[in-house]
């Protein structure tokens, strides 16, 4: 079991696979996210809106103690700025309070504006923090979520640009596509994190007959094809669970690969059937 890395286009490296932590009660994090680095897991998704960071961030410091032999840069922390917290004091203010909670890990490895919903001048100045905030060493790297290439363009047509985005985290499954926007950020080097990978678990008792066969080719899980297929799409899938067998389950996805025809037979493009909200047409 293992991930592999991915360079950035801030030179900075990610792993192929995060735990996402959204929803999993704050009394729970900090031993899913300590479980989650002994099986193996080195990246973590969580966000302001979760209100678990702390616990996340504890977890992580709590595996690093105890395993002087991982070192802080193999983990890659990331947490989000909730709307609320997007403009210029605004976002300045939300990493301050970031900072005070990062504690023994130092930095945060990646700082992510979680939707484009604020509008565009909060958008700018608050990459212009982020960016300041790399500089000074606080974040490593910063990235966008649920961005349309248009929110995108905005940023990467702007003059005072020096840090373009190193990810766009948006939901991807094969029930909810974004081939087109998937595509488009892979063109422009900017990595895409694939969340709601398993449909927050909606889909994984409706097996077709077809997809049910490849689960039973490799001795493999829903769970587990889905993420095969996120990876194999060239995606960062943040599978989450708040079961501690299950960590294992969705990280054991190394010993099978689908071929193409099996990729194919899984993507519903036709499909449209979004689990989480859409906000690609904010102005
Ligand atoms: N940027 C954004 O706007 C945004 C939005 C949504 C999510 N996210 C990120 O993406 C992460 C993943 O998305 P998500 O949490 O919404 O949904 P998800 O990962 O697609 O699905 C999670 C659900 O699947 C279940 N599950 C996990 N592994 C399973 C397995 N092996 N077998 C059966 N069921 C399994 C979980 O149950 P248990 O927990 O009970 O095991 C949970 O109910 C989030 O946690 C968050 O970090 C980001």
């Given at each position: 079991?293992?991930?592999?890395?991915?360079?950035?286009?801030?030179?900075?490296?990610?792993?192929?696979?995060?735990?996402?932590?959204?929803?999993?009660?704050?009394?729970?994090?900090?031993?899913?996210?300590?479980?989650?680095?002994?099986?193996?897991?080195?990246?973590?998704?969580?966000?302001?809106?979760y209100g678990n960071e702390e616990e996340v961030i504890a977890g992580i410091s709590?595996?690093?103690?105890?395993?002087?032999?991982?070192?802080?840069?193999?983990?890659?922390?990331?947490?989000?700025?909730?709307?609320?917290?997007?403009?210029?004091?605004?976002?300045?203010?939300?990493?301050?309070?970031?900072?005070?909670?990062?504690?023994?890990?130092?930095?945060?490895?990646?700082?992510?504006?979680?939707?484009?919903?604020?509008?565009?001048?909060?958008?700018?100045?608050?990459?212009?923090?982020?960016?300041?905030?790399?500089a000074s060493g606080k974040i490593k790297n910063i990235g966008v979520s649920n961005?349309?290439?248009?929110?995108?363009?905005?940023?990467?047509?702007?003059?005072?640009?020096?840090i373009k985005p190193a990810v766009n985290q948006i939901e991807i499954s094969p029930?909810?596509?974004?081939?087109?926007?998937?595509?488009?950020?892979?063109?422009?080097?900017?990595?895409?994190?694939?969340?709601?990978?398993?449909?927050?678990?909606?889909?994984?008792?409706?097996?077709?007959?077809?997809?049910?066969?490849?689960?039973?080719?490799?001795?493999?899980?829903?769970?587990?094809?889905?993420?095969?297929?996120?990876?194999?799409?060239?995606?960062?899938?943040?599978?989450?669970?708040?079961?501690?067998?299950?960590?294992?389950?969705?990280?054991?996805?190394?010993?099978?690969?689908?071929?193409?025809?099996?990729?194919?037979?899984?993507?519903?493009?036709?499909?449209?059937?979004?689990?989480?909200?859409?906000?690609?047409?904010?102005?």
């Amino acid at each position: 079991m293992s991930y592999r890395l991915i360079t950035l286009n801030s030179g900075n490296e990610i792993p192929s696979i995060g735990l996402g932590t959204y929803n999993i009660p704050r009394s729970k994090t900090t031993s899913i996210v300590y479980e989650g680095l002994k099986v193996g897991y080195r990246s973590f998704d969580t966000a302001v809106l979760y209100g678990n960071e702390e616990e996340v961030i504890a977890g992580i410091s709590k595996y690093l103690k105890e395993n002087p032999k991982v070192k802080r840069s193999d983990v890659f922390y990331t947490t989000k700025l909730w709307n609320n917290q997007v403009g210029k004091h605004e976002t300045a203010k939300a990493i301050n309070t970031m900072m005070e909670q990062i504690g023994d890990l130092e930095y945060i490895d990646m700082l992510l504006i979680h939707s484009p919903l604020p509008g565009k001048q909060k958008r700018l100045e608050a990459w212009k923090v982020m960016q300041d905030a790399v500089a000074s060493g606080k974040i490593k790297n910063i990235g966008v979520s649920n961005y349309a290439p248009k929110h995108i363009e905005e940023l990467l047509n702007w003059s005072e640009l020096k840090i373009k985005p190193a990810v766009n985290q948006i939901e991807i499954s094969p029930w909810c596509m974004r081939d087109e926007i998937a595509d488009w950020c892979l063109s422009k080097d900017i990595q895409v994190e694939a969340y709601a990978p398993l449909t927050h678990g909606y889909q994984l008792q409706k097996q077709e007959p077809e997809f049910a066969s490849i689960m039973k080719k490799y001795n493999k899980s829903a769970a587990q094809i889905l993420i095969k297929w996120s990876l194999q799409k060239g995606y960062i899938p943040l599978p989450k669970t708040s079961t501690p067998s299950r960590l294992k389950e969705n990280f054991d996805v190394n010993d099978f690969e689908l071929t193409s025809h099996e990729m194919e037979v899984i993507s519903q493009p036709d499909v449209h059937d979004p689990t989480d909200w859409e906000c690609f047409d904010a102005a």
